[in-house]
């Protein structure tokens, strides 16, 4: 079983910086390769892909954060980190990380389509950001 744990969420100002931490057993689980990704969703809005990270240390970003937000991963310590700078209120909302094995599907593909496919969510960490 994979599991995920989220922490680091919080409320920052306007332009303030926050990074969110993923504990995640896949590192074990998944020999053969893993995607793992950032998503999130606001009140009322569906949920939206954040970043993404494949075995091989390429990433991808959604539009709406590029130059903001970096995905990273220590495999030593078994975490995925979302840094956030330049924060805005409208990235106010829940952020998830999810992780799977590889697939056909290119993992940078595979999270910038929703990931409805990934089989491992975490819980979830609130981030607020005031005007």
């Known amino acids: 079983q994979v599991e995920l744990v989220e922490s680091g969420g919080g409320s920052v100002q306007a332009g303030g910086s926050l990074r969110l931490s993923c504990k995640v057993s896949?590192?074990?689980?998944?020999?053969?390769?893993?995607?793992m990704g950032w998503f999130r969703q606001a009140p009322g809005k569906m949920p939206e892909a954040v970043a993404a990270i494949a075995t091989d240390g390429s990433v991808d970003y959604a539009d709406s954060i590029k130059g903001r937000f970096t995905i990273s991963e220590d495999n030593a310590k078994d975490t995925l980190y979302l840094q956030m700078i330049s924060l805005k209120p409208e990235d106010t909302a829940v952020y998830y990380c999810?992780?799977?094995?590889?697939?056909?599907?290119?993992?940078?593909?595979?999270?910038?389509?929703?990931?409805?496919?990934?089989?491992?969510w975490g819980q979830g960490t609130q981030v607020t950001v005031s005007s």
């Open positions: 896949i590192y074990t689980y998944a020999k053969n390769g893993y995607c």
């Open positions: 999810a992780a799977d094995g590889v697939s056909a599907v290119p993992c940078g593909e595979r999270v910038l389509r929703g990931g409805g496919d990934f089989a491992y």
